[in-house]
Nanobody, 124 residues
Framework: VQLQASGGGLVQPGGSLRLSCATSGFTLDYYAIGWFRQAPGKEREGVACIRSNDGRANYVDSVKGRFTMSTNKAKNTVYLQMNSLKPEDTAVYYC??????????????????WGQGTLVTVSS
């Protein structure tokens, strides 16, 4: 199982970025997958996760209406479209998955496989 996140960078407040997570070694259809972030001095938090049982995406309240998670199964890639970015979105963003058949949470300690992070900095 491998995941590789990319697409981070420096963006001004109100701007947009799209993160990508290239995956291999498992089938996106069958397992939960999520985006997480960790800001300096803070605990890693779940940002958006697609559940294994129904494929629906859940979002943390702070990004609802601004972030959208999607998948391209033909490319084995997961995306996080981030709009209306705020300075408090600054963090290292990670994608992760777990191979349990049923996983509906977006809690970082429930996910066993992680990609390297990509840094998102929102600043003027």
């Amino acid at each position: 199982v491998q995941l590789q996140a990319s697409g981070g960078g420096l963006v001004q407040p109100g701007g947009s970025l799209r993160l990508s997570c290239a995956t291999s070694g498992f089938t996106l259809d069958y397992y939960a997958i999520g985006w997480f972030r960790q800001a300096p001095g803070k605990e890693r938090e779940g940002v958006a996760c697609i559940r294994s049982n129904d494929g629906r995406a859940n979002y943390v309240d702070s990004v609802k209406g601004r972030f959208t998670m999607s998948t391209n199964k033909a490319k084995n890639t997961v995306y996080l479209q981030m709009n209306s970015l705020k300075p408090e979105d600054t963090a290292v963003y990670y994608c992760a998955t777990d191979l349990r058949v049923v996983l509906t949470t977006c809690t970082f300690y429930d996910y066993a496989y992680w990609g390297q992070g990509t840094l998102v900095t929102v600043s003027s």
